[in-house]
């Protein structure tokens, strides 16, 4: 095992730096491996404006502006083992259907709250083969940089899943942002051409099967910030941003449009930090700016996963 892991940062070593060429197929990295159970109980929340649907450790709410199903639990532990079990389900159920999986992440909190996949019965028994895994935004920096949402990703998760190095799509970092996001676009438009990637019933813009987002305590989801012109574009599929309100200040991001023509979209917030965004986007209240995260509305399914820190304002 140790061995093992030596060669997984012997590759990371190995990554493109700025200097690399262009990569027509985006830029991959990955290997290998790793072990705790699931364990429910009840818990009851009580509130005299909502109403509440109780399964094991999990309150279903329904909220005034609810787009989907509304998911509280009593801790993130318990928020992490239902999001794997979610992502788990679907992977068997498509997975009968298809080849791939395709499976879009976020930075920051989110691959953290992935880390029950890495433990049994998920470890051994999801499909890792056919996961193709994305990026619903990055930052554009090389991928051994601190901030990269690739690196977050590689160290927490990725190299402890045994998914083939080139089911893995990052950024090419040798380009600007501009130029990384067109080739992050054409990218995902061969993966749509050559059916990896579904198509939106329309064949407009690729349908994911499972996109996993967070959320910033300002409402902000990929790199889309409140107030921010890239929130309103309707035609690309990626875009760029050099003046991020949060730095760093270059990134790519998925277009909403992309966003919501997943068949699967999990919102997964946590932590009383970001209860008001979330009373914004789920509670009963006029905002004079709509924020991001309100603007989530698939095509498909969407479902919130939310601890009681989140959701304590609602």
């Known amino acids: 095992m140790a061995a093992a892991f030596q060669s997984f940062y012997a590759t990371l070593s190995k990554l493109p730096s700025s ?26 929340l009580i ?22 199903k509304v998911q509280v639990f009593e801790s993130e532990e318990e928020l992490a083992v239902s999001l794997a079990m979610h992502t788990a389900d679907l992977c068997s159920e498509i997975s009968k259907e298809r080849d791939s999986f395709t ?6 909190s989110l691959v953290k709250s992935l880390r029950k996949l890495l433990e049994p019965p998920y470890i051994d028994s999801v499909d890792w083969l056919k996961w193709r895994v994305f990026w619903v935004d990055e930052r554009v920096v090389p991928k051994d940089h601190p901030d990269s949402n690739y690196l977050l990703a590689y160290n927490d998760f990725l190299s402890k899943i045994p ?18 996001a067109d080739d992050y676009e054409t990218c995902l438009r061969h993966l749509v051409k050559t ?19 967070g959320m910033g305590p300002d409402g902000h989801i990929a790199s889309l910030f409140p107030g921010h012109p890239l929130v309103q574009e309707k ?32 919102l997964v917030v946590a932590g009383a930090g970001k209860a008001s965004a979330v009373y914004s986007a789920l509670g009963d209240v006029s905002n004079s700016e709509v924020l991001p995260v309100q603007l989530v509305a698939p ?12 959701a304590s304002k609602l």
């Open 235 to 266: 035609e690309k599929w990626v875009t760029s941003i050099k003046d991020s309100p949060k730095p760093p200040p270059e990134r790519i991001s998925f277009t909403l449009p992309v966003i919501n023509s997943s068949a699967h979209v999990a």
């Open 103 to 108: 499976v879009v992440l976020s930075g920051g």
């Open 19 to 44: 200097s690399s060429p262009r990569s027509p197929h985006c830029v991959p990295l990955t290997s290998p491996f790793l072990a705790a159970k699931p364990q429910f109980r009840s818990i009851g």
């Open 195 to 213: 059916k990896i990637i579904e198509s939106s019933e329309d064949n407009t813009f690729p349908k994911f099967d499972l996109m996993l987002l």
């Open 299 to 310: 095509q498909g399914e969407l479902t919130w996963f939310l601890d009681k820190g989140a």
């Open 47 to 68: 509130s005299g404006n909502l109403r509440y649907r109780t399964k094991a450790s999990m309150a279903e709410i329904v909220t005034p502006k609810s787009k989907g």
């Open 163 to 180: 998914i083939p190095i080139g089911n893995v799509y990052a950024i090419n970092d040798a380009l600007s942002a501009e130029g990384a």
